[in-house]
């Protein structure tokens, strides 16, 4: 099983910028797709990003596609979600997941096997 320790998290003014970093450790981690997901305060955790075992696909939630990046470097065990053009409506803690070999492109949490626990980000207006 993948553990997972996610970092980068932290307060940005609206338009700003963070990128997101889970590291991962475990032989599998270049064989799982991996995927990023939110939960905002009252709200249920929500897909964001997700990434094909090699990094040549990848798949994201409407609300972010075109600001949000997700890549990974397999020799550094690592997946990022690099976050541009950030809006107050991103404001969450942000969780990676590893996939526990299902479709690598699923939005379903159930699919996920191991998660970290959590950065928060908080976007300012």
């Known amino acids: 099983q993948v553990q997972l320790v996610e970092s980068g998290g932290g307060l940005v003014q609206a338009g700003g910028s963070l990128r997101l970093s889970c590291a991962a450790s475990?032989?599998?981690?270049?064989?799982?797709?991996m995927g990023w997901f939110r939960q905002a305060p009252g709200k249920e955790r929500e897909f964001v990003a997700a990434i094909s075992p090699g990094g040549s696909s990848t798949n994201y939630a409407n609300s972010v596609k075109g600001r949000f990046t997700i890549s990974r470097d397999n020799a550094k065990n690592t997946v990022y979600l690099q976050m541009n053009s950030l809006e107050p409506e991103d404001t969450a803690v942000y969780y990676c997941?590893?996939?526990?070999?299902?479709?690598?492109?699923?939005?379903?949490?159930?699919?996920?096997?191991?998660w970290g626990q959590g950065t928060q980000v908080t976007v300012s207006s």
């Open positions: 475990g032989r599998t981690f270049s064989s799982s797709a």
């Open positions: 997941a590893a996939n526990r070999g299902t479709y690598w492109a699923t939005t379903d949490q159930n699919n996920y096997a191991s």
